[in-house]
């Protein structure tokens, strides 16, 4: 599968949003230490960014010119 650059730009902006969610959640998390549901959708929010994070580094994997 060949991802042209306009596409991979799109899955770094996702990546960039996702890990600010993140971020922002995990600051909240440590501010406020009673329990919610927010922070089950946390984990998952979690998950999904490492998932794509790696993703992304895969991709720059294939797209990286290794011969220079």
């Known amino acids: 599968m060949k991802l ?9 902006f996702l ?9 922002i959640l995990g ?4 501010a ?6 927010i922070w089950d959708i946390f984990g998952v929010i979690m ?3 490492w998932l794509v994070n790696f993703g992304l580094l ?5 797209l990286l010119i290794k011969s220079d």
């Not at 600051?27 to 440590?30: C, E, K, L």
């Open 4 to 12: 042209n650059q306009d596409q991979v730009k799109k899955y770094s």
């Open 15 to 23: 990546t960039i949003i996702l890990n600010i969610i993140n971020a």
């Open 27 to 30: 600051i909240i998390y440590f």
């Open 32 to 37: 406020v230490p009673i329990y919610s549901v």
């Open 47 to 49: 998950i999904i960014t």
């Open 58 to 62: 895969y991709i720059n994997d294939q």
